[in-house]
Structure formats: structure tokens, C-alpha cells
């Protein structure tokens, strides 16, 4: 590894930093079922920005675009917004150890100004937050993940991401980043082929622990 100050880490949100994943799954199983007689929607769109998933499974459906949108944004403001367990002890650990940490979201701005509402230590909790109005394609396309290292100034060899989807971890692969599993929305040996190392959360984990881990 380079030096610490060229070093960052860049977290997912649902799922690797808040335990949103579940709710998530209950709100889009229904509009899978309602609007498109699909019962696994939930699992194709883990990971995705909406705009994506309104252009690739409600094309066309601006009716139900819209009715989908005041019924997520009602669901979004009654969510819970749950730390990963340890989530926060290692992301000051790595600050301490002057790692660049950031947020790397397919969520939008609107969902996560719903999350400064209920989380407000968020803001400063990160050195960045990068949200879905930042990069055009998304996940498993790297673009957010490589705008992370570029923002930093890091390199793919100097570089985590911790991701929980399968989307997610695509990704970060293609970034040609370090890759972290979390097995908290999706069980070990589904995400393990897809990651260079998996966590089932983050307690006990520090930055001494990160940096022994090896591609």
C-alpha cells in the first residue's frame, strides 16, 4: 500500500452504513407485484440508481413513475436509518489513520436529505457523500466508484470499497478497487466470488485490520 494520506475508503449507503436494505426489499417486492406482476423486482434493482430503474423496468409508465415516487418518498420518510453494527467506530478508526472515507450512493439527493433528517452526525461523519446526480451510469458500471478516486485523488491499487449488493460489488470490481464484501443483505458464499474479502459487519474491524488485506 501507498501512503496513508493517499489512501480512501468508499462505503455504499443502504446496506453497508445503514441497515436499510430489508425495507427497501418489502417497498419494491410490492411495486414489482402491483405494477408489473413481477415477483423478484426486489432483487434485480439492489444497488441501482431510479432513474435506472424507472428507464429499464417503467419505461414509458409515467403514471405509475409518478405514483411510485410520492409512495417512495412517503415510505423514504418513515424508514428506519439503522447503523451497520461497528460502522461507525471503523470509519473514525480510518480518519484517525488519515484515510479519505466517502459515501458512494446510488440513492439521490432528496432520499438522503430524508437521511440527514433522522442522522444528522452523516454529514460529517464522511468526507464526501456522492450521490446519484453525480455520475450517469450506473451500478455494475464503476463511474461512481472511479469518480471517488478521482475526487481523492487515489488510485484503484490504493483504494476499498464496501458494498453489500451484487450490482455493487460488480462495480467496485470493475473499479479495479480493493473490494469488501458486507454479507448483510446477501449471504457469504452468494457474494464471496464476486468480492476480494467479506465481512458480516463491522465490529472489530480497524484500519490495521483493513490494511492487511490483500487482493
Known amino acids: 500500500m501507498a501512503e496513508t494520506k493517499s489512501m480512501a475508503a468508499l462505503f455504499d449507503f443502504d446496506g453497508v452504513v445503514v441497515d436499510t ?3 427497501y426489499s418489502v417497498f419494491w417486492h410490492k411495486m414489482g407485484v402491483d405494477y408489473l406482476g413481477m415477483e423478484d423486482l426486489e432483487k434485480r434493482i439492489k444497488g441501482q440508481t ?14 405509475e413513475q409518478q405514483e411510485i ?7 423514504e420518510r418513515e424508514m428506519s436509518f439503522d447503523f451497520i ?25 432528496k432520499k438522503m436529505e ?4 433522522a442522522k444528522p452526525e452523516i454529514r460529517t461523519m464522511f468526507d464526501h ?9 450506473s451500478k455494475p458500471a464503476p463511474d461512481c466508484f472511479l469518480l471517488g478516486m478521482k475526487v481523492f485523488g487515489t488510485t484503484p491499487e490504493t483504494t476499498y470499497v464496501f458494498e453489500d449488493s451484487f450490482n455493487g460489488l460488480k462495480a467496485g470490481m ?13 449471504p457469504r458464499p452468494e457474494i464471496a466470488p464476486l468480492c476480494h474479502h467479506v465481512l458480516n459487519d463491522f465490529e472489530g474491524f480497524t484500519y490495521d485490520k483493513l490494511v492487511g488485506l490483500y487482493k
Open 21 to 23: 436494505e430489508t425495507q
Open 50 to 63: 431510479l432513474v435506472y430503474i424507472y428507464d429499464t423496468f417503467f419505461s414509458g409508465m409515467d403514471k
Open 69 to 75: 415516487t410520492i409512495a417512495l418518498d412517503r415510505f
Open 85 to 109: 453494527p461497528g460502522v461507525e467506530a471503523f470509519v473514525s478508526d480510518l480518519r484517525r489513520n488519515h484515510v479519505r472515507v466517502a459515501v458512494v450512493t446510488s440513492s439521490n439527493d
Open 114 to 117: 430524508v437521511v440527514y433528517r
Open 129 to 137: 457523500i456522492l450521490t446519484a446526480e453525480m455520475f450517469t451510469a
Open 174 to 186: 470493475a473499479s479495479g478497487a480493493t473490494v469488501v464484501g458486507l454479507a448483510t443483505t446477501n
